[in-house]
């Protein structure tokens, strides 16, 4: 496993999924955005970066067919597949990382809250560019939440890098087409409340 899988494994044995700082009891933003992307219920959808998060039950509820989830973490993912008992064998759960993600099927929808920050270097949000470009297509949406301009710049001892809606936009460049964007201030279990800047995004070309 790489260093950077490791240190992510090592969160996720330390704490329990509900106390780390991005923990939701429900995703309602994403499922809200996700909601309002109206893919068909059978077309693939990822949550890249997915962690231990909840969403993928959500969806699953929702009757989403073809779900996949990605995460460096496999104990975060694990964690997931525990939770979903015999639901988890509907979903393709991938441990790896999306910098170089080969995907074997081009995505609907794509969705990443709270991961691309972590790319501090004009060279890893390329690589991670170059990886939704190969994992999508003309029409495919993406919803993405990042810290906003005045959220923290750190989590879990990382940098970050922080957004507004415009700039989270601009990261993606002409081939992207903004159709949606808002913030959100998130109380951790900590009781800390961080912003976050939220982009709907569909790739046009
Ligand atoms: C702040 S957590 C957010 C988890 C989840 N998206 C949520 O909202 O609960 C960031 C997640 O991104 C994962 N991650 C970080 N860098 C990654 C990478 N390069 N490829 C895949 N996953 C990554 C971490 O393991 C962690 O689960």
Known sequence: MSDRGSRWDEVYRNKSADTVSWFQARPTLSLTLIEHAGVPKGAPVIDVGG??????????????????????????????????????????????????????????????????HFLVDADSRR????????ASQAGTQIVMATFAEDGPDRCSGLP?????????????????????????????????????SWVRLQRVR
Do not use: C, N
């Open 160 to 196: 970050v890098a922080r957004y507004g809606v415009r700039e989270l936009h601009a990261m993606f460049g002409a081939d992207y087409e903004l159709l949606e964007s808002t913030r959100e201030t998130h109380r951790t279990p900590g009781g800390t409340d961080q912003h976050f």
């Open 127 to 134: 690589r991670y560019l170059d990886a939704l470009r190969r």
């Open 51 to 116: 962690g231990a998060s909840s969403l993928v039950d959500h969806l699953l509820r929702e009757d989403y067919a073809d779900l996949t989830v990605m995460d460096l973490s496999d104990s975060a993912l694990a964690t997931s597949r525990e939770r979903l008992g015999d639901s988890a064998r509907q979903v393709d759960w991938i441990t790896g990382d999306v910098l170089a993600f080969a995907p074997l099927k081009r995505y609907a929808l794509w969705h990443d809250r709270a991961v691309f």
